[in-house]
């Protein structure tokens, strides 16, 4: 994990998304908490990252998903060289246990 961005405000904020049941309530916090903007783009680098996994191209990601190529590519370094963050959540997304 990186230290730096570590603060008791994070902490809070991942304490209050942990407590979240269910779709709904991520959509009522999620949309408080954040812009249109900021989820969909939230959104479509999870969508880049799941695609990367599935082994697809930047082009048939960037033509999907209407992402760039430097987010395909930054999400494509995270997954590559991040904090597996990516990875395990696709991999719960799944079903996989790791």
Do not use: P, W
Not at 38 to 48: G, K, N, T
């Amino acid at each position: 994990m990186n230290d730096r961005m570590k603060s008791e405000e994070m902490d809070h904020l991942f304490e209050a998304v942990l407590m979240l049941e269910n779709k709904e309530e991520c959509y009522r916090f999620f949309m408080d908490l954040c812009t249109i903007n900021e989820l969909q783009s939230m959104a479509q680098r999870y969508e880049v990252a799941q695609m990367l996994s599935d082994k697809k191209t930047y082009t048939e990601i960037a033509k999907q998903t209407g992402a760039s190529t430097a987010t395909i590519s930054r999400v494509n370094r995270s997954l590559n060289y991040g904090s597996d963050g990516y990875r395990l959540a696709i991999d719960r997304v799944n079903g996989k246990n790791e």
